[in-house]
Nanobody, 117 residues
Framework: VQLVESGGDLVQPGGSLRLSCAASGFTFSRYHMSWYRQAPGKERDMVATIASTADSTNYADSVKGRFTISRDNAKNTVYLQMNSLKPEDTAVYYC???????????WGQGTQVTVSS
């Protein structure tokens, strides 16, 4: 099983980034997918979640209206489009997979997003 994140970078405030998470080794379409983030000295928090069939999404209040989660089940990939980035969005972003019956879950290794001028 692998979840490989990419797309993290250094970006100025107000900028945009798109994170990708490529999944392999499990039946992607049977997993709800999420993005979490963890800033230094803080807990890992959920940022956005998308259902296995992509028919529902959920966002942390701090990113609503700025971030969009999506998935392509044909490509086994989940995305996080991040717009209007703020310094407080700086964190390591992790991809998370949870099986629809909650029996299994997996984490990626994380990708660093830094928002700074």
């Amino acid at each position: 099983v692998q979840l490989v994140e990419s797309g993290g970078d250094l970006v100025q405030p107000g900028g945009s980034l798109r994170l990708s998470c490529a999944a392999s080794g499990f039946t992607f379409s049977r997993y709800h997918m999420s993005w979490y983030r963890q800033a230094p000295g803080k807990e890992r928090d959920m940022v956005a979640t998308i259902a296995s069939t992509a028919d529902s999404t959920n966002y942390a209040d701090s990113v609503k209206g700025r971030f969009t989660i999506s998935r392509d089940n044909a490509k086994n990939t989940v995305y996080l489009q991040m717009n209007s980035l703020k310094p407080e969005d700086t964190a390591v972003y992790y991809c998370h997979a949870k099986e629809v019956l909650w029996r299994f879950e997996y984490w990626g290794q994380g990708t660093q997003v830094t928002v700074s001028s």
